[in-house]
């Protein structure tokens, strides 16, 4: 019998073979690590004219949610970023009707439809090998878990439907290498640049580390300091809040791993979306 791959067998994969794994749903866990040198993304799919509000908001909102792709309404392909077909290259995905998680699956070929549109968002995912290059622990990528991510008090701008506060994830790192953290993540505005707060998260609304809103928490070593960067699942957060009557994300830590090279930000073919 042919077992499953599982998170070691694809992590030195390309991402067109990793994507063949998860297109098959071989393989439906999380992708922190995988593709090294390649841009990951979050995804959110809306419908009719909430796209084009979604468009605006994410212009406005460019730190958590970085646009990096678009696909053309009702088109599931987006070349920009590989040979991806959007209803089956991610390893799982959150359906939501009417701000309502109702289900997880890993493939939406069936609820694919011709008024839909897909946006990539930039990942913290990928600047995490830049991280780790600097001696920079990833803790969670060691261990197999989630990276940490919380709800915050920070506000975001409102557009037509769309509002709320950011999504953040966390990585304990040592106080002698924050500034260094700060420096290197600045580098990737396209994947949430450089962090919004480091130190206490009370301050951003966060009372308890051990308290996740999605993820795993993280050990902390004597001398480390948490640092919070935008989280590409704050579009989750707003989109449960506007209630739209359909709309699919990735599951946290789960994404669309591309062919773009991770520290090129990639141009985004805004002609595909207003052709559609």
């Known amino acids: 019998m042919t077992r499953s791959p599982q998170y070691e067998d694809i992590l030195n ?9 998860i297109r098959s749903s071989a393989y439906t866990g999380q992708t922190a690590g995988f593709a090294k040198g390649n841009l990951q993304a979050n995804l959110a799919i809306l419908e009719g004219s909430l796209a084009d509000e979604f468009l605006e908001f994410c212009d406005r909102n460019s730190q958590p949610c970085p ?10 392909l987006m070349p920009g970023l590989g040979d991806i077909d959007i209803r089956t290259d991610i390893p799982s995905y959150n359906i939501y009707r009417h701000g309502v998680l109702t289900d997880t699956v890993h493939d939406i070929s069936d609820l694919w439809n011709d008024q839909m549109v897909a946006f990539a968002l930039g990942c913290s ?9 600097a001696g920079i622990p990833m803790k969670h990528i060691k261990a197999n878990k989630t990276v940490p991510m919380y709800s915050t008090s920070i506000d975001l701008e409102p557009v037509g439907a769309f509002s709320g506060t950011m999504v953040v994830s966390m990585r304990a790192v040592p106080k002698d290498l924050v500034d260094k953290a700060v420096e290197i993540t600045d ?21 308890d580390l051990n308290a996740v809103d999605w993820g795993e928490p993280t050990e902390f070593d004597d001398g480390d300091v948490p640092v919070f960067w935008a989280c590409g699942v704050t579009p989750q957060n707003v989109l449960q809040a506007s209630k739209p009557p359909l709309c699919i994300t990735h599951t946290p830590g789960r994404m669309l791993v591309t062919d773009v090279p991770e520290d090129v930000p990639p141009l985004v073919d805004r002609d595909l979306f207003s052709a559609a």
């Open 13 to 21: 994969m390309t991402p067109a073979e990793m994507r063949a794994q």
């Open 67 to 76: 646009l990096v792709g678009v696909s053309g309404r009702g088109n599931p």
């Open 125 to 133: 995912f990928t600047f995490e090998r830049a991280l780790a290059n």
């Open 187 to 207: 580098g990737f505005p396209h994947a949430h640049g450089k962090p919004v707060h480091i130190g206490d998260g009370a301050a951003i609304g966060i009372s």
